[in-house]
T-cell receptor, first 115, second 113 residues
């Protein structure tokens, strides 16, 4: 079954305590992204990756890091979380192929609370 | 940079009525356009997309959208609303594969009996 998995699904942490949210996909997709969802703002892209070792900033990268050492994994790292990073986070993987073929799958989301 | 606007953060329709959710984008070149749906406490599901070819695009659950370049619009429609359509809908745009993907703020659709 094609899927994107995220862990943990829920996390409560304190300001400044480093954390990592993992993301893994089993579809061999080239592209992976991280988004945060906040009420009234929709989803905003944090970082995206076009392939292994190729990453770029999205619209709201401040306070986040990513790495893409393997094609299937794209962890999101918060080195020093702050309360304004409390949000719902989604990982996604996608592929574009010829003829307009496109597919994108989203993970189930990680609800992060930083106190 | 691209941006997406969705007119109306909340839209209510009666069951059986026409659904029209508006999406306008700003882009210097023709983009790829998408509509996603999010049901409560769930992730996002792709409804339909425009990447190339026919400008009227049909998606799942009876939804369709028309890409109008002259109006920079990609409005989502469904002829007859069903109670199960109640959800939040997001329009999104990207210029090319794997690049910056921009979502609109979303429109919450309520369907009244």
């Amino acid at each position: 079954e094609a899927q994107v998995t995220q862990n943990p699904r829920y996390l409560i942490t304190v300001t400044g305590k480093k954390l990592t949210v993992t993301c893994s996909q089993n579809m061999n997709h080239e592209y992976m992204s991280w988004y945060r969802q906040d009420p009234g703002l929709g989803l905003r892209q944090i970082y995206y990756s076009m392939n292994v070792e190729v990453t770029d900033k999205g619209d709201v990268p401040e306070g986040y890091k990513v790495s893409r050492k393997e094609k299937r994994n794209f962890p999101l790292i918060l080195e020093s979380p702050s309360p304004n990073q409390t949000s719902l986070y989604f990982c996604a993987s996608s592929t574009f192929r010829g003829g307009g073929h496109y597919e994108q799958y989203f993970g189930p989301g990680t609800r992060l609370t930083v106190t | 940079a691209q941006s997406v606007t969705q007119l109306g953060s909340h839209v209510s329709v009666s069951e059986g009525a026409l659904v029209l959710l508006r999406c306008n984008y700003s882009s210097s070149v023709p983009p790829y356009l998408f509509w996603y749906v999010q049901y409560p406490n769930q992730g996002l599901q792709l409804l339909l997309k425009y990447t190339t070819g026919a400008t009227l695009v049909k998606g799942i659950n009876g939804f369709e959208a028309e890409f109008k370049k002259s109006e920079t619009s990609f409005h989502l429609t469904k002829p007859s609303a069903h109670m199960s359509d109640a959800a939040e809908y997001f329009c999104a745009v990207t210029l090319s594969a794997g690049q910056n993907f921009v979502f609109g703020p979303g429109t919450r659709l309520s369907v009244l009996p």
